[in-house]
Every structure is written in C-alpha cells, then in structure tokens.
C-alpha cells in the first residue's frame, strides 16, 4: 500500500523554465510534509518543508504547495537549473506518532536541460 | 548543520557473512534513528527505527533476525546485516533528526552499497 505516491517517474524541463514535481498522499493523519534531492549513490538532502497548518512554503526558487482537501502537494522550482537535475522524493510524516517516521514516495527524476 | 556519517560507503561480502554498518551523528544527540534501504530505481522504504537504549521497532516484513540493528550510543547506531545472501544487496541508509533544533527535518547519511556475492 503506497501511501505517498509520485505518479511521474521523470521530468524533462529547459534550463530557466518552471519545474513542477507532483505527489499525492493517501494517510489523512499525515500533516508534515518534506521534499528531499538525491544524487545516485548519495543519501537524500533536504529541500524543503511544509506543515499542515499551510498552503504554501517558499525557499529561494523552491517552494511547496499543499492542498488538503485533494491530498496532494507540489514542488516548484524557478528557475530551474541543470545543477537541480536529480531525483525528488516527497515524504510524510504523522507528527504526533511517536516516531515521527517518514514514508516516502517513489521519486522524480528532474532533468534540466542547458 | 547536522550531519549524519555513514560507514563503509561501499561493501562487497560473500553469501553467508555478515557485514556492520555504522551510523553516526556528529553534532547532536540521536535518541532515535531511522534506517531505510532503497533498491534500483525504487523508493526509501523504511526498516527500523533504532532507539537509543532500547529494542529497535522493526516495520512489517522487515526479519529483525536477520537485520541486527544496536543503538548503544546517542551518537551511533549500527545495523548488522547477518548471513548475508545475494537478495540483501541494497542501497542501505540511515537518517535522524536533531533533537535540539525546532522542526529539524530528518537529516541522512550517504548510504552503504551492499553488494552480495
């Protein structure tokens, strides 16, 4: 059961124009949510994050949106740069469970061309 | 800002040994942390979560037999993959979050490539 799916398995933009890198969840307890960048062989580097409480959070050229009510978040990258050609992962966490544990989606591979 | 270390980068071992990986948090206290493995072309999936002091949580279909995970210290923690067979062979890689930083995000090593033989 996939709880955090990344319906696309890769992504294919030009050098300056917008990236936008989808995830749907399917846990209602789910409330924090993170995107994370990975290079092959590396483990993942944190991106960005949003709570629940909001529908919006922005970092430089990065920023995630969040819609509740359709389970589904967003990631936007503007504008994209051939360093930002990686995977994406987005990933969940139920902040009130004791672990705080996240569970991921499948991944994006974004990649920017020159 | 946190870091997490992750030890070998890289192993290669023959069926039925066993191999240590070390996990390590260099600038803060990890009462908890997480170990994940990722094959080819597939998402993180979540195995433990390795508790300081305590058993580690195992998650469903993980064999806690087989995947020894020891978090003797706040700053490591270790995952023993025992009697190994060619099927482990994995991408392994473990993360925590400082405790001490308001919404610290879960921090990751590099990962180890295991591969079996």
């Known amino acids: 059961d996939q709880?955090?799916?990344?319906?696309?398995?890769?992504?294919?933009?030009?050098?300056?124009?917008?990236?936008i890198l989808n995830c749907d969840y399917t846990n209602s307890m789910f409330d924090y949510f993170l995107w994370y960048k990975k290079y092959p062989a590396e483990g993942p580097t944190f991106l960005i994050s949003i709570s629940s409480i909001k529908d919006k959070n922005e970092d430089g050229r990065f920023t995630v949106f969040l819609n509740k009510s359709a389970k589904h978040l967003s990631l936007h990258i503007v504008p994209s740069q051939p360093g930002d050609s990686a995977v994406y992962f987005c990933a969940a966490s139920a902040r009130g469970g004791a672990t705080n544990k996240l569970i991921f989606g499948t991944g994006t591979l974004l990649a920017v061309q020159p | 800002?946190?870091?997490?270390?992750?030890h070998p980068s890289r192993v290669i071992c023959k069926s039925g040994?066993?191999?240590?990986?070390?996990?390590?948090s260099l600038d803060f206290q990890a009462t908890t942390m997480f170990w994940y493995r990722q094959f080819p072309k597939q998402s993180l999936m979540l195995m433990a979560t390795s508790n300081e002091g305590s058993?580690?949580?195992?998650?469903q279909g993980v064999e806690k037999d087989k995947f020894l995970i020891n978090h003797a210290s706040l700053t490591l923690s270790t995952l023993t993959v025992?009697?190994?067979?060619p099927e482990d062979s994995s991408f392994y890689i473990c993360s925590a979050r400082d405790p001490g930083t308001r919404n610290s995000p879960l921090h990751f090593g590099n990962g180890t490539r295991l591969t079996v033989t």
């Open chain 2, 82 to 85: 025992t009697s190994a067979h």
């Open chain 2, 1 to 6: 800002g946190a870091v997490v270390s992750q």
């Open chain 2, 17 to 24: 040994t066993s191999v240590k990986i070390e996990c390590r």
């Open chain 1, 3 to 19: 709880q955090v799916k990344q319906n696309s398995p890769s992504l294919s933009v030009q050098e300056g124009r917008i990236s």
């Open chain 2, 55 to 59: 058993k580690a949580t195992y998650e």
